[in-house]
């Protein structure tokens, strides 16, 4: 799992969808499945890339793998977002001075 | 001006907008020329001296006068992080301007995939 394969299942809107899903709590196969509109051999693919990501765990019990969020997974992402959540705005306030400066 | 609303923003994407006090072309001299693109960008342009730095760094990738400019970004501790930062500007009356800020893209569209293409840009990975 690296940052690359993180962003990568992040940019797909299905794979969203599906970690969305799994913010309301743990699911099994099925319950994933519903609502997303898409075939099961489909949302197993996508959960696959999610899994080898690190995004999310499954954990069998019995006949049923149930998937949650792994919250660690994304932690690269999180850390992305926050440094250009920050950086941006600040960057933009710099822009503003240097418009005011190349008047003078 | 905050970073745009998250609902619906996808995870990976930071959008920035606000109003400028300033006509679309002085905009684009502050967005285009050096040294005023490095003074506000905050990165080191590519491919020149200082490979070794540690800073993010940025190429002009595509620039559309007085209304779109796209940077190629890569921060060293971020390699894999979406590549793309745009700029959109939108003339408003009263010699303003609208500004929107977006950082974003799939990793096959930065300067990565630059370098790739136009080998004589050597970029410190």
């Known amino acids: ?104 | 001006m905050t970073p745009a609303d998250e609902a619906g923003m996808k995870p990976e994407e930071i959008v920035v907008e606000c109003e400028m006090a300033a006509a679309p072309e002085k905009l684009w001299r502050a967005l285009t020329e050096e040294p005023f693109l490095a003074d506000w960008l905050g990165g080191e342009p590519a491919g020149e001296k200082g490979e070794e730095r540690n800073g993010p760094r940025y190429q002009v990738v595509e620039a559309e006068p007085y209304s779109r400019v796209r940077y190629a970004w890569l921060d060293p501790d971020h390699p894999d992080a979406p590549p793309m930062v745009t700029v959109e500007l939108e003339r408003l009356s009263g010699g303003r301007t609208w500004f929107r800020l977006t950082h974003g893209g799939s990793a096959e569209s930065g300067l990565v995939a630059v370098n790739r293409n136009s080998p004589p840009l050597a970029l410190a990975a």
Do not use: C
């Open chain 1, 1 to 104: 799992m690296n940052e690359s394969d993180i962003f990568r299942a992040l940019s797909d809107p299905t794979r969203r969808a599906v970690l969305e899903r799994l913010l309301e709590g743990e699911k099994n196969a099925t319950e994933l499945r519903e609502g997303l509109g898409i075939s099961q051999p489909a949302v197993s693919q996508h959960v696959a890339v999610l899994r080898s990501a690190g995004l999310i765990a499954e954990k069998k019990s019995g006949r049923h793998v149930h998937y949650s969020l792994s919250p660690e997974g994304l932690a690269p992402v999180l850390d992305w977002l926050a440094r250009y959540r920050a950086y941006w705005p600040s960057r933009v306030e710099r822009l503003k001075a240097l418009l005011k400066e190349m008047d003078q």
